[in-house]
């Protein structure tokens, strides 16, 4: 599979039934889902360095793994996640469980997800750069512990019988019945209600919900917003999610969204249990909350827009139309000219260049993975921090400096393997102050040579305060960063020379996004009139808003006497401007409060227990090689996961078991079938607990395919049992500079067949063929828009060779190379594919299928020698957003062209009762054309693809027409970068 074709193809049943197509779905999301939070079977994020040595502290309810390196960084986060459990309580009341939790500390990232098929928790503890004023800690502990919770409410009733023959898969499937938006906004709600501040209190997390109900008059249908568009911007889950909780928790109390977990618990097959339950509680759908909810939420925002009118700050970049695009980070350029990060939907996000005067803009560059959007620029250079993968362990990450030269039009690299958070260049453009966080958590400050990358100083952050957002003063004599503590976010200050440390904000709940200081006045964004304004602190230590946004800005950088920064409205964020000298100073209204947080009411279903002592987190080794199975779940039947995938009815009497073991480096299936009156036994291991991986299966069982060319030939006298054992050793590796990716897999592959093939010649049975492939796969590619059907730019070489050492007089050799080129189309996100693909092979007694693709409408035929050429160009047509409520929402309709030739030299064309054999070369062609749409069905959060294919071999002759089916499970979440 290439590695830029992130989708299965499944064949269509006939079954039409909803609920058996509702169970089919369930039953594929089990086996192969994706997301964050996680439902289905082996689902990993990758592997750890092998050389870790980790440690574990074991609870009641927690088994934390962590690494050594991370110290009691481990011992705090076992504390926060004590600390959730208790406090969760109160709504969801006590819950047995013991739960693994890993931590990464190696990645650069903070995130977290919850999988249940095995049961787990995994932690990405590093602080990001645009955090709300909470400790991360805590935040993620409250997140991550609603979704175990959500899952443990699923523990009751008809579901915990159920899940007897099942194990850990039943339950992931259950998860299923929930809408993502109640997983995300539930857990979203109790980050927030559980603490001081979480995302539900920040205007930043709100304004674009807000902005669609007061500019656009109400959101869109409830179908387009779970579903999304390429039309348009929707919000995520998280915030329409967060709302709809949050609506109903409030007027109904809390307790609706438990009754609608038990309703969906107790009575699974009623296909919409989780509606149902919803109604039983409180007449309430999951349509009529998100219209009550946003109904209710648009008349209170629009009361506050007109109580509050705000001020309209002129663009400085080109209007946008209908597209829906962001500006981020604004820097000054020089002559006139700002640079700032333009994400849209219909290009990869890239650096450009924008005429404060004219508007005009002009293209610069296209950074890697980039994000937060933070750039810091300075004497004509711009520097910011990109993400790079470790080439084996995608649980090791690194955050290095780039530098672009504006007027040179060249950008460099400056650091190798190192963990800077965020980069800001001094006035002068000779210094970057980097913000560095160790893999033990500890935070310091670097100042780096700007020309070479060598390090200068380094400073230790007072009390291991988590620094974020540095900017140098006007006079690069201080740097300003926005600071991260347990007590929320403040402004520090760092002077360079005497290494001294001042604190300018002390920490609060309000969220500060951009601090700038000049002459010791300080400009910063703060949330404090409950929509983030531009603020102005004296250095008499007067604080007075001097912005007045409708919906809030962000970023702000001083050049000279004007302020640049961003003001958000419902196209996106603008760069605007202001001039120190026409500065106001507005009040800061607080008579609406935009969190609305409701009140815990008394219907709640928990109790919080009463205080009892803190376990002892004491750490202590832990083993890998004491741990390597862990049985989560298993069937009471057969089922080969791969082959259910493509079709749904392969099943047989039997048993399947799966394991897969907390650091996700050992996974194992085992199975036993009965089937044709034979017994056959199922093994698959796959270790990638070391830099190769390993994969072995083995099947056991039945009678081997006897090959002969007379049916007058007598079987063999005896006929062993049929063994089928294949293994795999592979090295997968991926490299990122810049824009480009690079993924590389060399593997080796031997395959034991104990086929009986009688030999003429010898007048024997030859017993059991041992195959040995070697193969390079080659991709490289860049970024691309979400709009884009296929690949913006990409290569993909893929070359095969096949012997069999031992049996070369049977099969002899084979070769194939497939390679495929994707360039840009003529317009906006087509695209054009070209394949070259070729085939050879020298045969003994039999030959094998062509690995490589015959002409689209050319079935049943091999070739020795196949040598095929095919060019693709797909367009979107229409991006409709139409839906049929509950059943259908159409997201695109998408068209397609297609050539392919062909030639193939001694082809076997394969029939029902004999084979003809064509000693020759001969041309084989066919064009035709593709029409796919893009839609959902019954709400289940996975895009399909369906569609006609034509294809013509003469222009005179009928179609040969096709159907395409087309399930995207990896849609979610590969391949996405984020607009807001």
Known sequence: MEIINFSYTIVIFEQTNLMRVRLFCLFLILSCSSGKFTLGQYYDTGEDPASLKWLQIKTDKFRIIFPESYGREGINYARSLHKAYSDLTEYYGEKKF????????????????????????????????????????????????THVMQMKSLRQGISGVLSLPFGEHYYGALAALLPMWFMEGDAVLMETMLSESGRGRTPSFNKQVKALAVERGKLYSYEKIIHG???????????????????????????????ALEYTAKYPFTIVPFNFGLSSAASLTKQKVFNLAFNSLAEEWKKEDLKFPAESYLPLNKPKGKNYINYFSPVAAGDGNIAAVKVTMYDPPAIVLINTG??????LFTPGA??????????????????????RWANREFSVIRLYDIERGTQRQLSR?????????????????????????????????????????????????????????????????????SEGEGVICLDVKDRKWQTLINHGINDIQSAYLKNDSLFFISSASFTDNLWLRTPSGAEKRITDSRFGVYDVILSGDTLYFTDYKISGYDVCSLSLASVSSYEAHSEFDGTLLPELKADSSGKKPDTVSEPDFKPEPYRKWLHPIRMHSWLPFYADIEQVKSDPLAVSPGITLFSQNDLSTLITTAGYERTGGYNFLHLGITWKGWFPVLESGLDYGGNPQIIKFSQSIPDPSVVPVALYFRNTISLPLTFRKGNFTTYLRPSLTSVYN????????????????????????????????????????AIVADYSYTSFPWDSNIYGTMSTLRTSLFVPGVLKNHGLRLRYRTDYQSPGNLVLYNRAEWPRSYSNIIS?????????????????????????????????????????????????????????????????????????????????????QAAWREVNEAPRIKLIFNLDIYGMMVGRYRLD
């Open 754 to 793: 104990s086929n009986l093939i009688y030999i003429k010649e010898r007048n024997i049975y030859d017993r059991g063929q041992t195959e040995i492939t070697g193969r390079a796969f080659f991709s490289l590619y860049t970024g691309s828009g979400i709009r884009d059907i296929y690949p913006r730019w």
């Open 417 to 485: 393997n190192s963990r800077y958070m965020a980069a800001a260049l001094s006035p002068d453009g000779r210094f970057i102050a980097a913000v560095e966080n160790s893999v033990a958590n500890k935070n310091i400050i670097v100042i780096l040579d700007a020309f070479n990358g060598n390090i200068i100083e380094k400073f230790d952050v007072p009390g291991n305060l988590y620094p974020q957002r540095p900017q140098w003063s006007s006079s690069g004599e201080k740097i300003t960063f926005i600071s991260l503590s």
């Open 864 to 948: 020795l020698d196949l040598r095929s050429f095919s060019a693709d160009y797909v367009f979107p047509l229409l991006y409709p957003d139409l839906n049929i409520p509950s059943l259908l929402y159409l997201k695109r309709l998408r068209g397609g062209l297609f050539y392919d030739y062909a030639t193939g030299t001694n082809n076997i064309y394969l029939g029902t009762n004999s084979n003809n054999y064509v000693n020759r070369t001969e041309t084989f062609r066919s064009f035709g054309t593709e029409f796919l749409a893009d839609f959902f069905v019954l709400r289940i959060p996975f895009m399909i693809s369906g569609g006609v």
């Open 229 to 259: 568009s390429y039309r348009n911007y929707t919000p995520d889950e998280y915030r329409y999610g967060y709302r709809m909780v949050e609506w109903a928790a409030k007027n109904y109390g809390y307790n609706v969204w438990n009754r």
């Open 370 to 391: 980039l994000y937060p959007y933070f750039l810091s620029g300075a004497a004509g250079k711009i520097v910011w921090v990109e993400l790079q993968p470790d080439p």
């Open 98 to 145: 013991r739960i693994p939790v890993i931590i990464h500390n190696y990645t650069v990232k903070s995130n977290g997800y919850v999988a249940w098929a095995p049961r787990r928790m995994e932690l990405y503890p590093t602080p990001e750069q645009n955090s709300v004023p909470m400790d991360n800690a805590r935040q993620l502990s409250l997140h991550e512990m």
């Open 358 to 363: 004219t508007g005009e803009e002009k293209k």
